[in-house]
């Protein structure tokens, strides 16, 4: 064993021994701990003076059965903190929505980084209640609230097999492990703790006089039926998932203070975490990564269409593509669909997207037009600020069409060669990028990408087009400009997103034209293709 190492394992013992010491602590001692750690925590995210650890936040899922203390323990935590500091969001389990994944509903609700938060319920509640609707048959005179929405009709008196319910579980549990853990590689850490008692203690409680607050799964608790089927659920969610903390709620106080024990360990474990990559364990992590071996560059981004289309035909067949396009989303029957366009600057992505939404009415989509984050964008982890702008069921809002005019894919392009990001995280975002648009599709949004490319000296065209053209000089930026400069680079960079994130799930259209007119008809080709795929499948 190396020098190096051995420091290595001994510095992780010592951790260990103040882990465990930490369970040993007084109640003074952990009010003091919980409230250093917290503090320590906000100010990984201050800018001034400049920090030196990477800004870095907990999320606390609490979840379990009912009557087991959550509500005690969260309220002691709250007392031996600053109050002001800890967040505190709760969810009452529901079906999940409609054409989104299950976590989508819940992202506006994560802390910043910095912040601490506890949140009751969370995605867990509702995969909790619709798994129960599926293992449990609906008895019309329980006590269950009865909700009259279309995704709970769906369910209702209809009790699954027990390998069907398991299946189901067992493929969201996988999902939502996979975005957890892309959370916690974005610096949002987790701390999932599961509360639970004995069937006795429950039922003791359930009679007593104390007010409880609304159920987290929406069951009914009383019967013993169904508190067995729900520790069926449970026993092969915690099987799955290894990384809860169990907490018995025999007795309240205890939980509430094992509970707050768990708390300060996963801050420190957070603050330690936040170490910038100076230190020499990342270093050495960085040191093991696999080098990035950049991909050959494809003849469709090298060798660009140069082939011009008559007016004439050009709008002829502009409007015929127009109405179809507008007769399919009009008849996708709800689904959500995200348009992603990407492409070297001046390629004409403003131009298609222009065309494409011509024959919709505006309250049919929202059109994103992405830049540099914002502070409060980079408090959160990077995908952060588009999960908040997709399509959501929960909203009021009509529209469940997003365009994107440059996308998550920033990451992989500017971020990587401007150097706003590290090797390890742009690296990283090909399967964190590849995941999220994964989960969409598999909840039923339909995702569309364009790169759309053009050659140089096309683009130097474009630029001094814009710079004589008054209403169009906004477009053209100093920026634009430096870009160039960096042409090759970008170029690799696509190439290498496209090979790396063209998947099954969600595959690239890559449209290669110095013609505008032809990029905008093969735009619409694509999207009716896409679409006319989709709503075959739906009737099939």
Known sequence: MSKQEDTTETKEAQE??????????????????????????????????????????????????????????????????????????????DCPLEYQPIWQVHTKALPRHGDVMVYFGNWYADLLYNVMRMATQEDEDNDVKKSEDKHNKKLKNKTLPIGQWQDYLKKE???????????????????????RVDIDTLQARLNDDEVEPEFLYQIDWKSKQVVETFNEVATALLRQQNDWIIID?????????????????????ALASS?????KAESEKSKKMTKFEPVKIPQTLINIDDSEIDK?????????????????????????????????????????????????????????????????ELQHPYLWRFWTKLPNEQTDRISRIAIFDRTWYGRVLV???????????????????????????????IVIKYWLAIDKKEQLERFEAREDT?????????????????????????????????????????????EKRQARLDVLDHAIDQLSTALSNIES
């Open 173 to 195: 549990l996988t999902k939502l492990q996979a975005f957890e853990q892309d959370l916690a590689a974005n610096q949002t850490k987790l701390l999932k703790c599961w509360f």
């Open 312 to 376: 004439d035909k050009y709008h002829k067949a502009l409007a015929d593509k127009q109405a179809r396009l507008a007769e399919l989303l009009r008849a996708r029957q709800g689904r959500h669909v995200v348009f992603a366009f990407e492409g070297m600057d001046a390629a004409g992505k403003g131009g298609a997207i222009k065309r494409l939404v011509a024959p919709l009415d505006p309250r049919e989509y929202q059109i994103y037009n992405i830049g540099a984050p914002m502070l409060y």
């Open 249 to 269: 709620g025999a007795d309240k106080s205890q939980a509430a203070t094992h509970f707050c024990h768990e708390v300060l360990q996963a801050m420190q474990t």
């Open 470 to 514: 008054p209403h169009k000089q906004f477009k053209l930026t100093d920026d634009d400009w430096r870009n160039r400069d960096k042409w090759s680079d970008y170029v690799q960079s696509a190439a290498d997103m496209l090979a790396r994130t063209n998947t099954k799930d969600a595959p690239w259209a890559i449209i290669a034209t110095n």
């Open 275 to 279: 170490k910038e990559a100076s230190s």
């Open 415 to 445: 971020e990587r060669i401007e150097g706003l990001a590290t090797d390890n995280k742009w690296q990283r975002a090909y399967d964190e990028i590849n995941r999220f648009e994964a989960d969409l599709v598999a909840a039923g949004t």
């Open 16 to 93: 260990a021994q103040a882990v465990s010491k930490q369970f040993s602590m007084d109640k003074d001692a952990l009010r003091l701990a919980l409230v250093t750690a917290q503090f320590a925590l906000r100010a990984t995210r201050q800018q001034s003076p400049k920090n030196t650890n990477k800004p870095t936040g907990l999320l606390v899922l609490v979840n379990g059965m009912e009557q087991a203390g959550k509500g005690t323990a969260v309220t002691q935590l709250r007392q031996w903190v600053d109050p002001r500091l800890l967040k505190v969001e709760a969810t009452i389990g």
